[in-house]
């Protein structure tokens, strides 16, 4: 794999999406039901901000990423499509109705997400820890999965999410230490192995994620595997970057099924409990479908 200068300007036009991307999910009535709860309680979710493409798939069974703290993030990381800009004021009450809505949902396996909130002391931190006392409240049984920022590397803000005790602490480092400066330009891959390393010292299941097809090497993908397994990384996901907008980052090549189906195999080699990895997997794509021994 060679490394490209990624530039946005110079590449407008798409590639073709292969075929083993080019997947239909018919709507059902799951979807419908969850779309319409998020509506009444006002709550927004990662599948559609994101653009992820296995939403019909996720929300027909009945599952879906909840995402807190907003829809605009403050940072501007090049290959995400969720709204950047000035957050609107902090909503106090939507730990309560994430909460019902997992509860409504009867959901095994809760997960949380959030966009960036840097202008806040805590990041965000004390709302996380929230969302997941209410669900407790609500429904002891749910496995809660949590997928957070860096909070600019405080220590103390990863520690109030620590304090709540979430089965799952998930950080994505995204991709390889070189691409960082054009990825997540607002982000440094030390600190995101640090939060990591900071949550399994205390005892939590840990979680991350890379997208493939961005001018990555071989040799640095490797390198990243072998530095979460540093820190004991339990659980890592593996998925092919899509384009959400022509002003979006490009994608550099399409990667095929066997070549995640490799990828699977040497995380599992390196001692990852679970590697999840394929074209359209997610951060919480089957997420509760993974397991820790």
């Known amino acids: 794999m060679k490394p490209v200068q990624i530039d946005v300007e110079e590449n407008t036009k798409r590639k073709p999406r292969p075929e083993w991307l080019k997947i239909k999910v018919p709507l059902g009535t799951k979807f419908s039901e969850i779309r319409r ?16 493409p296995n939403m019909e798939e996720c929300w027909n069974r009945g599952t879906a ?10 940072r501007s990381c090049g290959f995400c499509a969720v709204k950047t800009g000035r957050p609107l004021e902090l909503d106090t009450d939507e730990p309560r109705r994430v909460a019902e809505a997992v509860e409504r949902m009867r959901l095994r396996h809760a997960v949380i997400t959030s966009v960036n909130r840097d202008e806040l002391p805590d990041g965000g931190a004390t709302i996380f820890a929230e969302t997941i006392r209410a669900i407790r409240d ?14 600019q590397g405080k220590r103390e803000a990863v520690q109030i999410v620590i304090d709540a005790r979430t089965d799952i602490f998930n950080h994505n480092m995204e991709t390889v230490p070189r691409l960082y400066r054009r990825v997540r330009p607002q982000a440094k891959y030390q600190r995101s192995l640090d939060v990591l390393q900071m949550c399994k010292e205390q005892g939590l299941i840990t979680k991350t994620g890379i997208m493939l097809g961005l001018g990555e090497e071989e040799a640095e993908i490797l390198q990243v595997m072998k530095d979460l397994r540093a820190v004991n990384v339990d659980i890592m996901t593996l998925g ?27 995380g599992l080699g390196l001692g990852f409990s679970h590697v999840e990895s394929g074209p359209l997997v997610r951060s919480s794509y089957h997420a509760d479908e993974q397991t820790v021994i």
């Open 240 to 266: 092919q970057y899509l384009q959400p907008t022509k002003k979006h980052l490009p994608v550099d090549r399409y990667v095929t099924p066997e070549e995640f189906a490799v990828w699977k195999e040497r």
């Open 37 to 52: 709860l998020m509506d009444e309680q006002r709550l927004n979710t990662v599948c559609e901000d994101a653009r992820c």
């Open 65 to 74: 990423t909840f995402m807190i703290l907003g829809d605009i993030c403050t």
């Open 138 to 151: 609500r429904l002891p049984e749910c496995r809660i999965e949590v997928l957070t920022p860096d909070f």
